[in-house]
C-alpha cells in the first residue's frame, strides 16, 4: 500500500526529500540517494514492541507464582524453571537459521512467523489447564520459545531500516521497552489472575482464564501484523542504509559476515560481557518468587510488585539511555558507567534482601532494574557501532545468544545456590560474575 498520507509531515523537512551533495564511490562529486522518513515508521515500531510485549509476558508468567504451578502440576521447582529456561534454551540452535531468514527474506516476513508461533503457543497453552497437562503446558511453551527467537534481534535492525540517524538509538529504546513492558506485565498479572487456593478445580479457572486472556491478544495482534507491517520504506531514511542496501544485495555472505564479526576484538568482549549482564538479569527474573518467598512467606503478589519495579524502572533506563546516545554518542563512556552501577545495585539488594523490611527492596530493585535493564538497548546499539556495515541482525543475534547460554548457567546455579545455601550465595555468585564483566566492558 502506498504511503501517500505519510509524507504529510508536520515537522519542518520530513516530508520532503533530502538532498546532499557527497563524493559518490566512482569518486565524481553529484548528487546523494534520496532518503526519506515517513510517518510510518512509528506505527511500525510501535506494533513491534506491541507483538514483542505479548511474547514477553509469556516467558515470566509462570515464574512469578512457581510456587502456584508446582502445587497445580505436581512438579518440583527445577520443571518449573524450565518454563522460564526453554525460551533461552531455544534460542541457542535457532538463532542463526533465524538471523540468516532475517537477511534473506526480511523484516516482514520474520514478523509473521513470529506471530504466528507466538498465537499457536497461547491457544496450546489453553488446553493444558489440567494437572495431569503439565507437557501440554511445556510444548505451548516452547512454540512462543521459538517465537521470540524472531523478536529479540530485530529492535536495532527496524530501527536502522526504518529510522534516521539521529533517531536510531531512541526508535531501538522503543523496541526492547515493548519487550520489557511485557515482563513487567508478566510480574503483575499471574499472581493477580491466579490466587493460591487449594482447591484443584478453583486453581484450573484461574490458570485458564489467564491463558485466554494472552491467547485473544496474541490473536489479535497477528491480524494487526498481517494487515499492517511493512518490510521497509520505499526510500531509505539515512544515506548509510542507502550504502547497506547496495553493498548487501551486491556481496552479501551470512557466513563471512559472521566470521568478521567473530574476528572483531571489540564486538567479541561486549558479546561476553553482553551475556554475563543479561543472564543475571535472566536468573533473577525468573528466580524472584523463590527469592522473596524464601524471606517474606505469602508474598506472592508482592514479588510480582517487586519484579515490576525492577522493570519499569528498567524501562525508564533504557529510554533515558537511548536518549543520551543519541545526544552524545558516547556508546564506551555510557556502557561502562551503566555496567559498574548494575554490580552496584545488585550487591546493595543482596544484603538488603534478608534484612526483613519489604520496601527497602522495593526500593533497591528499582535501582538494580534501572541500570542492569537499562542496559539491553545500549549493548545493541554498541554492537552496532562497532561492526559497522555489518548486518545489526546478525551482530545483535549473537549478543542474545550469549546472553541465553549465560541465563542457562546462571539460573540453574542460582537456583542450586538457594536451594543449598539460601539467597545470599545466590545473589553474591551473580555479583562475582558482574564484576567480571565490568572489567571486560
Known amino acids: 500500500m502506498k504511503d501517500d498520507q505519510d509524507t504529510k509531515e508536520t515537522g519542518p523537512d520530513l516530508s520532503k526529500v533530502v538532498k546532499i551533495q557527497a563524493d559518490i564511490p566512482n569518486g565524481e562529486c553529484g548528487s546523494a540517494p534520496q532518503t526519506r522518513l515517513y510517518k510510518r515508521r512509528w506505527v511500525i515500531v510501535l506494533l513491534f514492541s506491541t507483538y514483542s510485549l505479548s511474547n514477553a509476558y509469556q516467558w515470566i508468567q509462570y515464574g512469578i507464582i512457581s510456587n502456584i504451578i508446582m502445587k497445580f502440576y505436581n512438579v518440583d521447582g527445577f520443571a518449573v524453571d524450565w518454563l ?41 497453552k489453553v488446553a493444558s489447564a489440567r494437572p495431569d497437562l503439565f507437557w501440554v503446558t511445556l510444548l505451548g511453551q ?14 536495532s535492525s527496524l530501527a536502522s531500516v526504518w ?29 493477580i489472575l491466579v490466587p493460591n487456593v487449594d482447591d484443584v478445580n478453583d486453581l ?34 539515512t544515506q548509510s542504509q542507502v550504502q547497506a542496501r547496495i553493498s ?16 572483531n576484538k571489540a564486538f567479541k568482549l561486549l558479546v561476553i560481557s553482553y551475556g554475563l549482564n543479561v543472564g543475571c538479569f535472566y536468573a533473577i527474573s525468573t528466580l524472584l518468587n523463590r527469592m522473596i518467598i524464601e524471606h517474606y512467606p505469602g508474598e506472592e503478589v508482592n514479588a510480582g510488585r517487586i519484579g515490576l519495579t525492577i522493570v519499569f524502572a ?54 538494580l532494574g534501572f541500570f542492569m535493564t ?7 546499539e554498541f554492537a552496532v557501532e562497532l561492526t559497522f556495515p555489518e548486518s545489526e541482525g546478525i551482530s545483535s543475534g549473537l549478543l542474545n545468544c550469549s546472553a541465553q547460554i549465560f541465563g542457562i548457567v546462571f539460573t540453574i546455579g542460582q537456583g542450586k545456590l538457594i536451594d543449598k545455601w539460601g539467597t545470599l550465595a545466590g545473589n553474591v555468585f551473580l555479583c562475582s560474575f558482574l564484576l567480571i564483566g565490568t572489567i571486560m566492558t
Not at 499492517?228 to 520504506?233: D, G, I, K, N, S
Not at 537511548?322 to 556508546?331: E, I, M, P, S, V
Not at 554490580?343 to 523490611?357: E, K, P
Open 314 to 367: 528498567g524501562m525508564a533506563g533504557s529510554l533515558i539511555c537511548g536518549l543520551w546516545l543519541d545526544k552524545t554518542k558516547t556508546y564506551k563512556q555510557t556502557t561502562l558507567v551503566v555496567y559498574i552501577l548494575s554490580l552496584v545495585g545488585l550487591l546493595v539488594y543482596t544484603f538488603i534482601l534478608n534484612l526483613g523490611h519489604l520496601w527497602a527492596v522495593f526500593v533497591t530493585a528499582g535501582v
Open 163 to 191: 529510522f534516521g540517524a539521529e533517531e536510531v538509538s531512541t526508535a531501538c529504546s522503543i523496541g526492547v521497552f515493548g519487550n520489557q513492558l511485557g515482563v513487567a506485565i508478566g510480574f503483575l498479572l499471574p499472581p
Open 142 to 155: 516452547s512454540a512462543s520459545a521459538v517465537a521470540q527467537v524472531f523478536i529479540l534481534g530485530i529492535p
Open 84 to 124: 522460564s529456561m526453554i525460551y533461552m534454551l531455544a534460542y541457542i540452535p535457532f538463532i542463526f537459521p533465524v538471523t540468516w531468514l532475517l537477511e534473506k527474506l526480511g523484516l516482514r516476513f520474520t514478523a509473521l512467523v513470529a506471530n504466528a508461533l507466538n498465537c499457536a503457543g497461547t491457544w496450546i
Open 204 to 237: 484450573a479457572y484461574h490458570i485458564r482464564i489467564m491463558f485466554y486472556i494472552s491467547a485473544f491478544l496474541a490473536t489479535f495482534i497477528f491480524i494487526l501484523v498481517v494487515i499492517v507491517f511493512q518490510e521497509r520504506p520505499e526510500i531509505p531514511p
Open 248 to 263: 548487501r544485495s551486491n556481496d552479501f555472505s551470512y557466513m563471512a559476515s559472521i566470521r568478521r564479526l567473530l574476528y
Open 374 to 380: 537499562g542496559y539491553l538497548p545500549l549493548g545493541f
